[in-house]
């Protein structure tokens, strides 16, 4: 079968990007042909899969989604697709897959009420109901049941058209590592010294990730035990502003802001904790990583996949509302704490995860979608 995904923009390091690049793979491995549209795609284009690269026009971002979302529909029109995927809100679409937060409940729940007056809002609010409403016939891919709720208070969608997509982790992206020869390896690539406590935060938009937050409970930890610490801050994002705090808490010579990075499974298997802060997060796939990686978890229950760290016992989890003296003492008790108890728990939650899910289920999914979609047609055929 052939299969056309949707996205406004392909680049290496970010979590729908690579949900959408391993789907498709996932999907020409199970025999199916796979078109991307896209406006924009940084990295080399994978092999089997064909890339086309969609023109847009506008100066404010919601008109240059429209102006692309526009031009993306009118080329999958000009070729015979048994489904078309969209990893962005948009119409029309067979199936959605919602790697974003509720846009509604966001807007009322975090913005002044008269941002709900903007061209902006409207926008955005449109093209979510288009997919979510009881008269939309998309089916919704979902990460999590919590966000399934959200968006079903929102908008009353039918529960049979959500499929629920369990967490999976592959095996092949965190082969064994030597934990001494990974410190060594800090030292000899950061000038982190294996005596020193390495820390890690991972995550394309250090605002939404809580990048300040982490800085500020740095900060915050005694003299004796900060002068000791590292930390690494790795994503794809215009670090100006980060530096400045980073700056601003005489912390420049201990915290390094870097960008997008392949290695991110011997980092974190070579670092001693992850602190993810994050304001909000539908998933979090980087925490399940971190567990895979034998490696503990400060996290805020924001996070979607943050119940996986704290039934597991593999790490901290802060509770809502978030403060920042939950999250400095949080810190502090994760520095003084045995790491291997956290480490070895996270190993054993990960595994059972691969167990539970081998892989390729959203492919199979999208096969079985499509088969159905074409036997309704076929019913429906005069």
């Known amino acids: 079968m052939k ?52 023109a847009s026009n506008g100066w404010r971002n919601h008109t240059k989604h429209a102006s692309l ?3 993306m529909q009118q080329a999958v029109r000009a070729e015979p697709f048994d489904l078309v995927v969209g990893f962005n809100r948009m119409q029309p679409i067979d199936v959605y897959f919602a790697a974003d937060s509720c846009f509604i409940a966001k ?20 093209a979510e109901a288009s997919i979510f409403s009881p008269g939309s016939n998309t089916h919704i891919l979902t990460l999590t049941p919590q966000e399934q709720t959200t968006f079903q208070h929102w908008y009353q969608t039918p529960s049979e058209r959500f499929h629920l997509i369990p967490p999976i982790l592959d095996p ?15 030292a000899d690539t950061f000038g982190i010294l294996p005596e020193q406590i390495a820390l890690l935060l991972v995550g394309s938009g250090f605002k939404t990730k809580g990048a300040d937050r982490a800085v500020t409970a740095i900060a915050s930890l005694p003299e004796s035990m900060r002068k000791n610490v590292r930390m690494l801050i790795i994503g794809q994002d215009n670090p100006r502003w980060l530096q400045k705090h980073i700056e601003a808490h005489h912390l420049s010579s201990q915290i390094q802001v870097l960008g997008g990075r392949d290695d991110i499974p011997q980092l974190m298997q070579a670092c001693d904790w992850m602190v993810h802060p994050a304001r909000r997060e539908l998933a979090g796939h980087v925490l399940l990583e971190a567990m895979a990686c034998g490696l503990p978890v400060v996290t805020t229950n924001v996070c979607g996949y943050a119940p996986y760290i704290e039934n597991a016992g593999a790490g901290i989890v802060l509770a809502s509302p978030f403060t920042q003296s939950a999250l400095d003492q949080a810190l502090a008790t994760a520095l003084t704490s045995e790491r291997a108890t956290f480490s070895k728990a996270g190993l054993a939650c ?20 499509a ?4 036997i309704g047609s076929t019913n429906t055929a005069p």
């Open 371 to 374: 088969s159905e979609k074409n």
């Open 350 to 369: 990960a595994n059972q995860l691969m167990q539970d899910n081998p892989g390729k289920a959203e492919a199979k999914l999208l096969t079985q979608l």
């Open 172 to 186: 092949q992206r965190f082969p064994s590592f030597n934990r001494a020869h990974g410190k060594q390896w800090l």
């Open 107 to 126: 807007a009322h729940e975090e913005r002044p009420w008269w941002y709900r007056l903007t061209s902006r809002y409207r926008w955005f609010q449109q």
């Open 69 to 71: 979302i526009s031009a």
């Open 3 to 54: 299969f056309a995904f949707l996205i406004f923009k392909y680049f290496p390091y970010g979590g729908v990007q690579r949900d959408m690049l391993r789907i498709a793979k996932d999907c020409v491995a199970l025999g199916h042909q796979v078109t991307i549209f896209t406006g924009e795609w940084q990295g080399p284009q994978p092999a089997n899969i064909q890339v086309k690269l969609c």
